[in-house]
């Protein structure tokens, strides 16, 4: 059966849900489809599950390091059941949350399914036609699962299927010292599990300055968290019971026997079942749908939003790209995803958050410019709470005195850096920060103090 709309939205990840209610309330007759869980990843296996997973191990940590508040507590246990089932009881009111605004949205008719073009302006859902002169993909990403060796050979986790466990892995083995993999070898170790992160990189979190990787090791190297590095050649097998990841790294033993191993080692856009090729839709080598500055395709009419066009792969990315489609579709503005400024946290416990360029960019890009740094153990707020792991640090163009990047990396990190990109949306200079007075005693209080100790980068 042929349906006509306005607009048809595919996927109810963190842009799709937003931008179907806007639309409808703007009296767009709108078709939206889905064809597994509102709320998509960052509700159901990325951002909702693991922070809550994250808020369970640290309270296991922190009962742990009670003596050393001078706080008696009796012998530590995690019950890996209760922590999974408040983890589903969070995820679930946030999925039905978001499935019952949609669904009771006017002008929205949502259709379950899975969507795939049959030409530029009509996509069929099972037995139904879909056509609209608009059409938005927020279709999202999934686990990237490698062509290993031996990856048919023993069973593995991703970062999604992790999700269920209810038991504890007695050895974790995490393929993937990034954002993921860092976060669940944090989470299990705190658990109790024992953690070896495997990595072919020459340290973690890679896309990170070389100082917060540092950190990160000291971290780890303090809740007993194995790290290999340089594993070239990583690869799977059945070894003496147990499941085995082999590695050719430039020390230690070449295999590491686990009882769980977690493959995170990035993620692919669910772009290969959309038959793009019936719209016209252009996609790179790895699948990503390609967008310009207003997140428009190549074919009239059909946008991308969120982690299938490559041009960010976080939550707040995918929201932003439909306040920006939304924006200029519906109150004639001409916002860009130029404009915006890049912001992510890695969340760790401390977590490390960085805005802007990195010192490593900086460095690259030869632009003359001003560094500031302050370890945690110098930040009164983070003496006081015990957690003193990290630095802020801040980086300033020499000439115009800009604010162009920084990195907190320590308690609160998360929360403080907001102060310095809010700054730089306001497209100020370092004396900003340093004429102004924030509350003590918190971690944000010496971002102030940070941009009053500029010297050279050389
Ligand atoms: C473990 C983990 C932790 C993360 N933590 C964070 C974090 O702390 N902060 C952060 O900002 N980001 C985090 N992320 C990333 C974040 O989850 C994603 O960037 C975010 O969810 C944006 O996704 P999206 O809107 O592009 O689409 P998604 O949320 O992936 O949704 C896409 C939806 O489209 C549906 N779909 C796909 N194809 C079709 C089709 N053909 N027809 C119908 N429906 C379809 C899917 O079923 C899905 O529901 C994390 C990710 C992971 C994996």
Known sequence: MKNSFDAIVVGAGQAGPSLAVRLAGAGWKVAFVERHLFGGTCVNSGCTPTKTLVASAHAAHLARRASDFGVHAGPISVDMKTVKARKDAIVMKSRSGVEGWVRGTRNCTVY????????????????????????????????LVPKMLGIDSVPFLTSTSILDLEELPRHLVVVGGGYVGLEFAQMFR????????????????????????????????????????????????KREGAISVGLECDEGAPHINGSHVLLAIGRTPNTHDLNLPAAGIEADAAGYIKVDDQLRTCALGIYALGDC?????????????????????LKGESRRLSDRIPVHALYIDPPLAHVGMSETEVRRSGKPALIGKRAMTRVSRAIEKGETFGFIKV?????????????????????????????????????????????????AELIPTVFGELKPLE
Not at 112 to 122: D, I, K, L, V, Y
Not at 407 to 421: K, P, Q, S, Y
């Open 190 to 237: 705190r658990f109790g599990s024992q953690v070896t992160v495997i990595d072919k990189n020459p340290r973690l979190a890679v896309h990170e300055d070389e100082d917060a990787s540092q950190v990160i090791r000291e971290i780890f190297a303090s809740e007993d968290i194995a790290v290999r590095l340089n594993a070239t050649c990583i690869h799977l097998e």
């Open 309 to 329: 066009n490559g041009r960010g792969a976080f939550t707040h990315t995918s929201y932003n790209d439909y306040e920006i489609v939304a924006d200029n579709l």
């Open 112 to 143: 379950n399914g899975q969507a795939a073009f049959e030409s530029p302006h009509t996509m069929r859902v099972g037995e139904d036609i879909l056509e609209a002169r608009h059409i938005f993909l927020n279709v999202g990403a999934r686990p």
């Open 395 to 443: 980086l300033v163009d020499r000439e115009s005195q800009h604010i162009i990047g920084a990195t907190i990396f320590g308690t609160g990190g998360d929360e403080a850096i907001h102060a310095v990109l809010s700054a730089m949306y306001a497209h100020q200079r370092a004396s900003f920060m340093t004429h102004s007075m924030y509350i003590h005693p918190t971690v």
